[in-house]
């Protein structure tokens, strides 16, 4: 299990990837691309995977109370501005945001902000 600011992730079995995440497939993204798993909305510094020779997929949350999923075919790293650099073994990855209590709001949780 790594940790790195506000984003916790999680190694696990393919079996676990929800099918509904599967069949939404991975986020597209360009050549050397890095995969962007939280930005922060006041430093626009971001927390983010960078996959071994590029080969590596990122699939999104469904939703802001699920989690996102990385496969990582070949290990990777997490990499952020203000952060030490977390070196990634291969598989899949759970990605999980860290949420607040927020008792005033119609939902009672939120993604922390950055």
Do not use: C
């Not at 497939?25 to 798993?37: A, D, N, Q």
């Amino acid at each position: 299990m790594y940790r790195q600011g506000d984003v916790l992730i999680v190694p696990v079995t393919e079996n676990a990837v929800p099918e509904d995440v599967r069949a939404a497939g991975p986020k597209p993204r360009r050549p050397r691309e890095s995969m962007i798993l939280a930005l922060g909305e006041s430093t626009g510094h971001a927390h983010a995977l960078v996959a071994t020779r590029d080969e590596g997929d990122f699939y999104p949350a469904p939703s802001e109370s699920e989690a996102a999923f990385a496969f990582l075919p070949l290990g990777g790293k997490v990499v952020h501005e203000e952060h030490g650099t977390i070196p990634l073994p291969p598989g899949w990855f759970k990605v999980v945001r860290q949420r607040e209590y927020e008792p005033r709001a119609l939902r009672s949780f939120r993604v922390v902000a950055d």
